[in-house]
């Protein structure tokens, strides 16, 4: 299965361009994310597997990690193999696993500290969750969780040290609440449902306030839950960062696993149909979006406007490297954005060529064309500038 799972990640990886917002991580501030697919960078070269490298193998990772942590909640393996196939088909774990963000490194740092407290003491995990305060500004809503759990199991100090934490995380990275209020409480609904299929959401939701109902807690529950109060609550004033929060409701599969596997369970053969409808409608709606995202170029033959595409940001720059690699030209001056993906392709940065993108609808001549299966998807002219 992660077999598989590989095969078509690599297949992608082959399909897709560096994005604007990979290249702004790869050439802006420093990061530990930075800094690891820099070291990929120079272990496989300047190519596209190793800029995607270190996502795919946090992905596998993870995807272990969460076997590993199923035990505890599932008995049965063939349950906790089901398990795994659901988390490696979500549409945000294919997109943590294949664009180059934050929210791999949380999915996969949240899973390994699961996966440690079922091995160790919580205190023997304090200079983990130190470490995890200076790799990255996410972890603060694990340790947020971990307040809210060490408050209701009355551990002062672990309460405190977490909070510590916390403070630590906002004064390295800073808390964005600036701006005006505006509601994206919808928007953040839409988003979450988009990640996880809306049927799957909407069962992880219930899952967290059933076990608030049935008082059936544990340290997963209080960081899950925390977490997506949270984003709601945000959500009403600003937009929220989603690939910040949804790596904490990942987490909760495993909550949402055993509840619906004992739910199953205890009923008889005549009355478990319900939930095998509920499965097969959401597993379908996973295997459509895995396929969606296989074959998502095919999109473009049916889509008016290409940059409507919800892949677009990620195609174009390697085919437009190419092709002013075949022309003779190895630098020009152009958007920001585009710039710094061309940076990645080895196209710099110079006075000479004037790259100029032209709308798609506009008569004007281009001598720069991307097309996929004849439906143009970008247009540009290229200008030589004689500064003698």
Known sequence: ??????????????????????????????????????????????????????????????????????????????????????????????????????????????????????????????????????????????????????????DKILFFYNLFLVGLSIYIYGLNVSGVPSGHFLDTIGVYSAIFTPIIFIYIFYVLYRGYLNEETDKIWYIASTALLLSLLLSFRQRVEIELFAPYLILALPLAAKTFAHSYRVRLKNFRKRYRAIFILAFLFLIFNTLVVLFNKELYLVLDNPRKHFAYKMHVAKELANKLKAMNIFCVTTNPDMQLRLKFYSIDKCDKNILSEINLDSNKKSNVTISYKNKVLYKASVTKLNNK
Not at 58 to 64: D, E, I, T, V
């Open 1 to 154: 299965m992660l077999g598989l799972d590989v095969f078509i990640l690599f297949f992608q990886t082959s399909q897709i361009s560096i994005s604007p917002s990979e290249a702004l991580l790869l050439y802006g501030e420093p990061s530990f994310l930075q800094q690891l697919i820099k070291l990929s960078l120079k272990i496989f070269g300047q190519n596209d597997f190793g800029l995607r490298f270190v996502m795919i193998l946090l992905h596998l990772s993870s995807a272990l990690l969460l076997y590993k942590i199923s035990v505890k909640y599932l008995k049965l393996q063939r349950n906790r193999l089901w398990l795994v196939a659901v988390f490696i088909l979500l549409p945000g774990v294919i997109s943590a696993a294949l664009v180059v963000s934050h929210a791999g490194v949380i999915i996969f740092g949240l899973f390994l500290y699961i996966y440690l407290s079922q091995k160790f003491t919580d205190r023997n995990l304090s200079i983990l969750l130190l470490l995890y305060a200076f790799l990255d500004a996410g972890f603060l809503y694990l340790f947020l969780g971990l307040s809210v759990y060490y408050f209701f199991q009355k």
